[in-house]
């Protein structure tokens, strides 16, 4: 399941950044052409986001054409 | 989180988010938030509140998820590079016959260079003993869960196989045509076996695999009288997802098509600055 891993990143990248406030929402940009399936992307994030900044954050995923997987930028409170 | 002071303290964060956005008419005068800071009281109405971008930001991040891997391959890629090793990702779906390719590729010293190999595996160090009973170093590594190599497990790898120069370094990822196509190991070259065995449109339900190739090897052509497989499709289907790869017929247990194979991987090592 190699959404974990992604998730993984997607954990590093924002968790780094967050300093301690609780992350709420995190924006992804995907593109078409990885083979990242977003339902197990959004409940992988779920999982591994527990004890994290970001537990509880909604990730939001943008669809873009390419081999895009990027995170775009989190809210915080 | 507290509306008046914008803090995350549990304490009274339920009353909080029901009010959010809004004036609190009314707050406790004494909590402990948890966030390392006490205060006795809240300034008072009509003191200066804290704006409200205080209490939720955007951070702009524009990282890619896979950074952290594609960082790791470029170092394992620069230290195959100066010790003059040539690093082949091998992709397959399980039962493709790479293992099987490995050991005759060993056996006649095929690209003209000594072979170690990397093995993925979820379990068990069995390919790894297949290869060294064919005549070559191999590390075992075994993924557990996971689905493919990432470029952190081919460095721990590598290290521990310490190859001398001039080897042709086999990385045979877990089989599977799905997520290892995703994670770049530092290799110099992506190698998809497919076999007569499996359907002929393989490249197309599996693009991504076969589009990262620069070579795809169909083995197994010595079952070709014994199974309804059309070769030519299959090679139109592989030219559809990926224009630019080369095939190649081969089979690994009779060892048909390796001259052709032989001559590819000297001229891609060459290609690279090696000597053939």
């Known amino acids: 399941m190699h959404e974990m891993s992604i998730v993984a990143g997607i954990l590093d990248a924002v968790t780094q950044r967050s300093g301690g406030r609780r992350i709420v929402r995190v924006v992804v940009e995907i593109g078409r052409m990885t083979a990242v399936l977003p339902d197990a992307l959004r409940f992988g994030f779920e999982v591994a ?3 994290t900044d970001a537990e509880g954050a909604t ?3 943008v669809t873009l054409l390419g081999n895009e997987l990027r995170v775009r ?3 915080v409170v | 989180m507290c509306a008046t002071c914008g803090c995350s303290g549990e304490d009274h964060a339920a009353s909080a988010s029901s009010t959010e956005g809004r004036e609190r008419t009314t707050h406790p005068t004494t909590h402990r938030h948890e966030r390392g800071h006490d205060h006795t009281e809240h300034p008072r109405p009509g003191a200066p509140r804290v704006p409200f971008d205080r209490q939720r930001s ?8 896979l950074a952290h891997n594609d960082e790791l391959a470029r170092e394992n890629r620069r230290w195959f590079v100066g010790r003059k090793i040539f690093a082949l990702n091998l992709l397959s779906s399980p039962g493709a016959g790479k293992t099987t390719l490995l050991e005759r590729m060993i056996r006649e010293r095929t690209g003209g260079h000594a072979i170690a190999v990397i093995e993925g595996d979820q379990a068990t160090d069995r390919d790894a003993q297949r290869i060294r009973g064919a005549g070559a170093k191999a590390v075992q590594v075994n993924t557990g869960a ?3 190599l990432d470029a952190a497990m081919v460095a721990r790898a590598a290290k521990a196989l310490d190859p001398p120069a001039d080897t042709l370094l086999a990385i045979e990822n877990v089989g599977n045509l799905v997520c290892p196509a995703l994670f770049d190991l530092g290799e110099h070259a992506k190698l998809v076996v497919a076999s007569v065995a499996e359907g002929e449109d393989k490249p197309l339900k599996y693009p ?3 589009r990262a190739a620069e070579a795809v090897l169909l083995n197994k052509t010595d079952l ?3 199974v309804r497989y059309d070769v030519d499709r299959f090679v139109a289907h592989v030219r559809e997802v990926n224009p630019h790869a080369d095939v190649l017929l081969v089979s690994a247990t009779l060892g048909d098509g390796f001259v052709a194979l032989d001559r590819w991987l ?6 690279l600055g090696g000597s053939a």
């Open chain 2, 208 to 210: 991504h695999a076969f």
């Open chain 1, 59 to 61: 990730l939001d995923i």
């Open chain 1, 73 to 75: 930028e989190m809210e």
């Open chain 2, 224 to 226: 070709l009288p014994h």
């Open chain 1, 49 to 51: 986001s527990q004890g």
């Open chain 2, 146 to 148: 996971g689905c493919h």
């Open chain 2, 266 to 271: 000297r001229a891609r090592i060459v290609r």
């Open chain 2, 58 to 65: 955007t951070i702009a991040i524009e990282r890619d998820v």
